[in-house]
């Protein structure tokens, strides 16, 4: 984080600082404390999205958004796993060289993938919302998993040049266009879709003249999104304006940490929405998650039953 986005940002624009803001020098000891938090922050993430897989992939019966979900706690699983490796480096001043090029872009990877798989179950949940009828009857069986597919292989492809073109065969003039390219994809084309769809959907849910039953799918999208854009976007905003060259203090540091927090958070989103208002005792992680992703074409019945198998299981 601290070291090796600087040194990309470096080999991009060279060591030109003219568009840094003041001449202070980051603070050992903060970036010190800021990594040590985002190293705790990665490890009970990573605990939290390791049960969020297990449960959808094997415990649960899925359905079309829990796919997109399933995936999304892939990528942060992933993104949080890279952040605490990068991180140890750094405690320990290990000399990793290269490695620290590897990570960066395995780290934009796991970010861009899970941006985008957020985007689509927005704008998936909206016209499912504004067009219920037709997903129900037209939608291919299998679209979801086509499209995180699709979604996995398109970050993976900009990030695999990006990697090539700034760390393997260095061009500081190609490696550039795409990384601002990439940013730009990142926050000026995925991000007002996510907002622009997210809006809609909670418009037409809370201004409806009809009375639309959303279920706790609708409280889990719109809270992920909102976390998301208060604590994953501003990673994209000010590895752009790094890229750019414009370096600011602690940045882009500071990014790395709340992404870092938004992918910790998912997981407390779901269990939370999962449990809210349920006054039994036992209520296990599994009920919790499964409640979480309930759509509002559920059946009370079946689900209060559904719910007395698996805490009797």
Not at 7 to 18: F, L
Not at 46 to 61: A, P, Q, S
Not at 118 to 123: D, G, V
Not at 222 to 243: H, K, N, Q, Y
Request: glycine share 6%; charged share 15%; aromatic share 14%.
């Amino acid at each position: 984080m601290s070291i090796f986005l600087p040194t990309a940002s470096s080999q991009v624009h060279g060591t030109n600082q003219s568009g840094a803001v003041g001449k202070t020098e980051p603070s050992y000891a903060v970036l010190k404390f800021m990594e040590s938090f985002c190293l705790i922050s990665a490890a009970c993430g990573m605990v939290g999205n390791g049960m969020v897989l297990w449960y959808l992939g094997f415990h649960i019966r899925r359905n079309h958004f829990t796919v997109y979900i399933l995936n999304l706690a892939a990528a942060d699983f992933g993104y949080l796993l890279c952040i605490a490796i990068e991180t140890v480096q750094y405690l320990m001043q290990f000399n990793v060289g290269v490695q620290f090029g590897i990570f960066l872009f395995l780290d934009l990877f796991m970010y861009g993938t899970g941006l985008y798989l957020l985007t689509a179950i927005s704008i998936e949940r909206c016209l499912s919302v504004l067009s219920p009828i037709w997903c129900r009857s037209h939608r291919p069986k299998h679209l979801s998993a086509i499209i995180s597919g699709l979604l996995w292989g398109i970050s993976l492809l900009l990030n695999t040049l990006g990697y090539i073109l700034c760390s393997v065969r260095r061009s500081a003039g190609t490696c550039q266009i795409l990384l601002i390219t990439i940013g730009a994809l990142d926050f000026i084309f995925c991000t007002p879709l996510m907002l622009l769809f997210s809006l809609t959907l909670f418009l037409r849910v809370k201004c409806s003249s009809q009375h639309l039953r959303t279920g706790r799918l609708f409280t889990v999208i719109m809270l992920t999104v909102l976390f998301f854009l208060i604590f994953a976007v501003p990673l994209s905003i000010l590895i752009l304006f790094d890229f750019l060259g414009y370096k600011f203090l602690y940045s882009p540091e500071i990014g790395f940490v709340l992404s870092c927090v938004n992918s910790t958070l998912n997981p407390v989103i779901y269990f939370l929405v999962g449990s809210y208002r349920d006054r039994r005792i036992k209520f296990t992680l599994r009920l919790a998650f499964q409640r979480a992703f309930e759509d509002s074409a559920d059946d009370k019945d079946e689900r209060e039953t559904r719910d007395t198998i698996t805490m009797s299981s």
